[in-house]
């Protein structure tokens, strides 16, 4: 849940959860891109 430590998703990020299946999303404020894949995911760098 996006309530308990954002998720899992790294300080900063945006926690959503998927409307089907409840997961956890974890998105970038604008200006950042995603780079990497699940936990590994980190938002990096501005566009």
């Known amino acids: ?3 308990r430590d ?3 998703c790294q300080p ?3 926690c959503s959860h998927d ?3 409840f997961a956890v999303v ?3 404020p604008d ?3 995603n780079s ?3 936990a590994d995911s ?3 760098g501005r566009f």
Do not use: H, L
């Open 12 to 14: 900063g990020a945006v």
């Open 26 to 28: 974890c998105g970038c």
């Open 31 to 33: 200006g950042f891109v």
């Open 1 to 3: 849940s996006c309530k």
């Open 6 to 8: 954002n998720g899992g």
């Open 19 to 21: 409307p089907v299946t």
């Open 42 to 44: 980190k938002c990096v």
């Open 36 to 38: 990497g894949c699940g």
